[in-house]
């Protein structure tokens, strides 16, 4: 069984950094995806960042795009998430997902991701 643990988060204030982490557990190949979501209080689950785990490929949303970096730690099976230059609209609860599926692009979409971690708060202030 796959199981996600994330670590990091916390409260800054704006322009300031914080780094995520999610190590995976349970897989027995690398060739699946892991991301990072965030959800807004009122607002829907939106994809932030995503990486193939075996090949390094990464996929970004417009709005961190510069700002965050998403990152393979192959000898711990953990992805970061560096979140540089933090804004107010990014204060969110922020989960990490994975998916075994196939595909040819890397996915920032919820729907694709079947296994998630119990997500930690990022809270920046101005």
């Known amino acids: 069984q796959v199981r996600l643990v994330e670590s990091g988060g916390g409260s800054v204030q704006s322009g300031g950094s914080l780094r995520l982490s999610c190590t995976a557990s349970g897989y027995t190949y690398s060739n699946y995806f892991m991301a990072w979501f965030r959800q807004a209080p009122g607002k829907e689950r939106e994809g932030v960042a995503a990486a193939m785990f075996s090949d390094g490929r990464t996929a970004y949303a417009d709005s961190v795009q510069g700002r965050f970096t998403i990152a393979r730690d192959i000898a711990h099976n953990t992805m970061t998430l560096q979140m540089n230059s933090l804004k107010p609209e990014d204060t969110a609860m922020y989960y990490c997902?994975?998916?075994?599926?196939?595909?040819?692009?890397?996915?920032?979409?919820?729907?694709?991701?079947?296994?998630w971690g119990q997500g930690t708060q990022v809270t920046v202030s101005s």
């Open positions: 997902a994975s998916s075994g599926r196939g595909s040819s692009t890397v996915p920032l979409s919820k729907t694709f991701y079947n296994v």
